[in-house]
């Protein structure tokens, strides 16, 4: 499957569904996971990773 590259590399926009699949595979989570990890700390793509790899 192909994966759209994000408008803001640095930022995960949950409103994008082909943002949401490309950090999906690139952070290897699935979709409810990273929701509730840029719920908990933002959008911010550095904060999200770390939050995921705890």
Do not use: K
Request: aromatic share 6%; hydrophobic share 45%; net charge positive.
């Amino acid at each position: 499957m192909l994966f759209r590259s994000p408008a803001d590399p640095t930022r995960i926009n949950l409103q994008s569904s082909s943002e949401v699949n490309h950090w999906c595979n690139v952070l290897n989570c699935t979709g409810t996971r990273l929701r509730n990890a840029a719920l908990a700390v933002g959008a911010l793509v550095a904060d999200v990773r770390a939050y995921l790899s705890r």
